[in-house]
């Protein structure tokens, strides 16, 4: 079937008493975001995943600061291989999540624009890029409850099939309004679709967060009649057939997570 062989191989507060001080604007939601960076070479390099690895882990501090002063709540790395490229997978979660992004990608510092140095010269490509076209939101979900309850993640790309990236929402929402059943039934409590222009053709990304270890074999072998179509529009969309076993998951590189606020000492 075609395109199923790309699969070889988710403010301080001001004084009570001080009247000519505003009031502290709310922070905005932290939203999930997901963009791909493609490397360079004919095909997959093993040593990518230990060598990107490794510089993340030994800068972790530096990185660390950075995030935190760029805004970002969240940020994890993937590799995935594709026929085409190897593609790196890069997460943000941040209140202003493309802001965030155009804050990393300028490093504040001579060390720090020495460390993405590094990693860039390592991996052939800018990882704090998130290239000149920004990837174009297709759907997103939450499901009720706290999102944050089930600490699962996974993200993975495909090649979309020619010409078909323009039918995607009028065809999701067919079934997207079913997404409380259908986010019951697999597992995945929040998830975020996107579409990236590149240059091995447009890319289908997406980011899930739940119990996501289970999403893709029961998206795979269910016969509830919501994933049936699930599977028929990913054939028809993205040339993938889910009922193959086969499909590899990204590989996680790296993930950081801004330590939770402390609870101010009392007086």
Known sequence: MAGIARWRRWVPTPRADSAA?????????????????????????????????????????????????????????????????????????????????????????????????????????????????????VRRFSATGTADEFPEVMAFATVLLPGVSAGIAERRRAIDR??????????????AHFVQPTRIGELYLIYARGEVSRLLEV????????LQAERDMSVFLYGIDLTQRFMPIPSPLHAWTAPAPQAAPRS
């Open 178 to 191: 079913f997404d409380d059943v259908r986010h019951e039934l697999t597992g995945s409590r929040r998830e």
């Open 219 to 226: 998206i795979r072998t269910s016969d509830h009649p919501l």
């Open 21 to 137: 001080v505003p009031s502290p604007v709310a922070p905005a939601p932290a939203t999930d975001v997901l963009y791909a960076v493609l490397l360079p070479g004919p095909g997959p390099d093993p040593n990518r995943v230990d060598l990107l690895a490794g510089l993340l882990r030994e800068h972790q501090g530096m990185l660390a600061a950075e995030r935190l002063a760029a805004g970002v709540e969240a940020q994890t790395f993937w590799l995935q291989h594709l026929d085409e490229a190897d593609v790196l997978l890069v997460h943000l979660r941040a209140g202003d999540p493309w802001g965030a992004a155009g804050r990393l990608a300028q490093p504040a510092d001579e060390e720090t624009a020495r460390v993405h140095a590094l990693v860039t010269a390592a991996l052939g490509a800018d990882p704090w890029h998130a290239g000149d076209t920004l990837p174009v939101e």
